[in-house]
Protein backbone atom coordinates (compact mmCIF):
# COMPACT_ATOMS: atom_id res chain seq x y z
CA UNK A 1 0.00 0.00 0.00
CA UNK A 2 1.59 3.48 -0.85
CA UNK A 3 0.07 6.62 0.91
CA UNK A 4 0.23 10.12 -1.11
CA UNK A 5 -0.65 13.40 0.57
CA UNK A 6 -0.04 16.52 -1.90
CA UNK A 7 0.23 20.29 -0.33
CA UNK A 8 1.31 23.35 -2.30
CA UNK A 9 -2.04 24.50 -3.76
CA UNK A 10 -3.24 27.52 -4.00
CA UNK A 11 -4.09 30.65 -5.81
CA UNK A 12 -1.92 32.43 -7.84
CA UNK A 13 -1.86 35.44 -10.58
CA UNK A 14 -1.16 34.88 -14.25
CA UNK A 15 2.81 34.68 -14.56
CA UNK A 16 3.69 33.51 -11.54
CA UNK A 17 4.63 30.16 -9.53
CA UNK A 18 3.68 27.75 -7.29
CA UNK A 19 5.08 24.58 -5.98
CA UNK A 20 3.64 21.21 -5.00
CA UNK A 21 4.77 18.72 -2.85
CA UNK A 22 3.73 14.95 -3.00
CA UNK A 23 4.44 13.08 0.11
CA UNK A 24 4.69 9.32 -0.15
CA UNK A 25 5.09 6.68 2.95
CA UNK A 26 4.29 2.75 2.69
CA UNK A 27 5.52 0.24 0.12
CA UNK A 28 7.68 2.84 -1.71
CA UNK A 29 10.15 1.13 -2.23
CA UNK A 30 7.98 -0.56 -4.62
CA UNK A 31 6.66 2.19 -6.78
CA UNK A 32 8.29 2.40 -10.11
CA UNK A 33 6.58 5.95 -11.36
CA UNK A 34 5.20 8.81 -9.89
CA UNK A 35 3.80 12.20 -11.43
CA UNK A 36 1.71 14.99 -11.69
CA UNK A 37 -1.95 14.02 -13.40
CA UNK A 38 -4.69 17.35 -13.33
CA UNK A 39 -8.30 17.69 -13.92
CA UNK A 40 -9.86 20.82 -14.54
CA UNK A 41 -14.01 21.48 -14.43
CA UNK A 42 -15.56 19.76 -17.25
CA UNK A 43 -12.37 17.99 -18.24
CA UNK A 44 -11.00 14.52 -17.75
CA UNK A 45 -8.08 14.15 -15.79
CA UNK A 46 -4.92 14.62 -17.92
CA UNK A 47 -0.97 14.03 -17.49
CA UNK A 48 1.29 16.78 -16.53
CA UNK A 49 4.75 15.41 -15.53
CA UNK A 50 5.67 11.62 -14.92
CA UNK A 51 9.26 10.36 -13.91
CA UNK A 52 9.49 6.34 -15.09
CA UNK A 53 12.22 3.91 -14.01
CA UNK A 54 12.13 2.80 -17.78
CA UNK A 55 11.25 6.07 -20.07
CA UNK A 56 12.43 8.81 -17.69
CA UNK A 57 10.94 11.84 -17.43
CA UNK A 58 7.58 13.18 -19.61
CA UNK A 59 5.67 16.44 -20.08
CA UNK A 60 2.42 17.64 -20.98
CA UNK A 61 3.01 19.74 -24.83
CA UNK A 62 1.12 22.02 -23.02
CA UNK A 63 4.31 22.35 -19.71
CA UNK A 64 6.68 22.01 -21.22
CA UNK A 65 9.72 24.70 -20.10
CA UNK A 66 7.28 25.94 -17.36
CA UNK A 67 6.86 23.09 -15.20
CA UNK A 68 9.46 20.88 -13.87
CA UNK A 69 9.06 17.35 -11.88
CA UNK A 70 11.50 16.20 -9.18
CA UNK A 71 11.79 13.94 -6.45
CA UNK A 72 13.68 13.62 -3.14
CA UNK A 73 14.37 9.95 -2.74
CA UNK A 74 15.63 10.98 0.90
CA UNK A 75 12.85 12.40 1.92
CA UNK A 76 9.99 10.07 -0.30
CA UNK A 77 8.87 13.62 -1.61
CA UNK A 78 7.67 14.05 -5.54
CA UNK A 79 7.84 17.98 -6.49
CA UNK A 80 6.43 19.81 -9.28
CA UNK A 81 7.94 23.29 -9.90
CA UNK A 82 5.27 25.74 -11.86
CA UNK A 83 6.72 29.01 -13.43
CA UNK A 84 5.05 31.11 -15.83
CA UNK A 85 1.19 29.99 -14.83
CA UNK A 86 -1.84 30.79 -16.94
CA UNK A 87 -5.07 31.02 -16.36
CA UNK A 88 -5.68 27.63 -18.39
CA UNK A 89 -3.28 25.42 -15.87
CA UNK A 90 -6.30 26.25 -12.97
CA UNK A 91 -7.86 22.36 -11.92
CA UNK A 92 -7.42 19.84 -9.17
CA UNK A 93 -3.48 18.31 -9.50
CA UNK A 94 -3.31 14.97 -8.47
CA UNK A 95 -0.29 13.33 -7.18
CA UNK A 96 -0.54 9.74 -8.83
CA UNK A 97 2.29 6.51 -8.20
CA UNK A 98 2.73 3.56 -9.71
CA UNK A 99 3.58 0.07 -8.21
CA UNK A 100 5.56 -2.49 -10.19
CA UNK A 101 2.94 -4.92 -10.01
CA UNK A 102 0.86 -2.51 -11.49
CA UNK A 103 -1.20 -1.00 -8.86
CA UNK A 104 -2.26 2.68 -9.33
CA UNK A 105 -2.01 5.46 -6.53
CA UNK A 106 -3.75 8.58 -6.34
CA UNK A 107 -3.36 11.34 -3.75
CA UNK A 108 -6.73 13.24 -2.72
CA UNK A 109 -5.95 16.26 -4.67
CA UNK A 110 -5.07 20.34 -4.58
CA UNK A 111 -6.92 23.09 -6.04
CA UNK A 112 -4.69 25.30 -8.05
CA UNK A 113 -6.18 28.19 -9.54
CA UNK A 114 -4.89 30.99 -11.76
CA UNK A 115 -6.08 33.91 -11.79
CA UNK A 116 -5.84 36.13 -15.23
Known amino acids: QVLLVESGGGLVQAGGSLRLSCATS????????MGWYRQAPGKQRELVAI???????TYADSVKGRFTISGDNAKNTVYLQMNSLKPEDTAVYYC??????????WGQGTQVSVSS
Open 26 to 33: GSTISIDA
Open 96 to 105: YARHVLGTDY
Open 51 to 57: ITNTYGT
